[in-house]
């Protein structure tokens, strides 16, 4: 038990998966663990352990931004031991060929700042996907025939955005699209040698104004979190 987890050691198994939204942990772990039981409500970030294909899987809510997901991804690893980290995200489109409801596997992920920019002071430490989980994340997004797109993303710190000359040239650099979390879990991924990847489903775009209400983001996302089990486990 950790002060924002409450869940006993043991309760959390080796191979976890961060929606932001503690509700998307508890949909997908009704629809795709058996044996689920709940491990964590503590602030009521929900996380729940079960089986998938006889795999032990935990889904536990990280909440919004770097660094509520920094505390919850530093617990994980010092105290619960997870080796395997997969955010299941939503974010907003920022190419016109990225579509609503599109998958997409961050290779990267770009920022302004991180919680841990201040240990960095003036180098720019390049955030990475652990390659062997997004090669199994490609394969497996390939045999579900879902529309996918691979590469750079950027983590931002605001959701309501002031700057539209940065995206802007994000856009022109190839960013695909933007979200507020996967910067710092690659970087906290490195720190602790352990894996971790990001898998998002397009909820927004960015550029058409096109946007899925909130239950949709909490409870469709089918695609992305098989993409991301079967990444885990290949
Ligand atoms: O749907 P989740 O996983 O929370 O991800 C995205 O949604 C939230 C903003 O609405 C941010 O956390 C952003 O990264
Ligand atoms: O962080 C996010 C998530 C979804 N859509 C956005 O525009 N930003």
């Known amino acids: 038990m950790t002060v924002h987890i409450g869940a006993e050691i043991g309760d959390i198994a080796e191979t976890v998966l961060l929606p932001g939204d503690p509700l998307r942990a508890k949909w997908a772990a009704e629809k795709f663990l058996t044996n689920v039981k709940e491990v964590n409500r503590t602030r009521g970030m929900l996380g729940f352990t079960g089986d998938w294909n006889g795999n032990r899987v935990t889904f536990q809510g990280s909440g919004m931004g770097m660094p509520s997901l920094s505390i919850y991804v530093n617990e994980l690893i010092r105290d619960f031991g997870a080796k395997t980290l997969i955010r299941i995200g939503s974010c907003g489109g920022m190419q016109d060929h990225v579509g609503i409801r599109d998958v997409i596997i961050a290779m990267t992920a770009s920022t302004i700042a991180t919680p841990s920019s201040t240990i960095f002071r003036e180098l720019n430490f390049a955030p ?107």
């Open 128 to 234: 990475t996907a652990d390659w062997s989980l997004l090669s199994a994340a490609a394969k497996a997004a390939e045999k579900l025939d879902a529309k996918t797109h691979i590469g750079g993303i950027y983590s931002s710190d605001t959701f309501y955005d002031e700057r539209p000359d940065l995206n802007e040239q994000m856009e022109r650099h190839g960013i695909l699209a933007v979200e507020m979390e996967t910067a710092e879990l690659y970087i906290l991924a490195a720190r602790y040698g352990v894996r971790a990847l990001s898998v998002l489903t397009v909820s927004d775009h960015l550029k058409t104004g096109e946007a899925l209400p909130s239950e949709q983001r909490e409870q469709s996302f089918g695609d992305m979190v098989e993409v991301a089990l079967s990444a885990a486990f290949a």
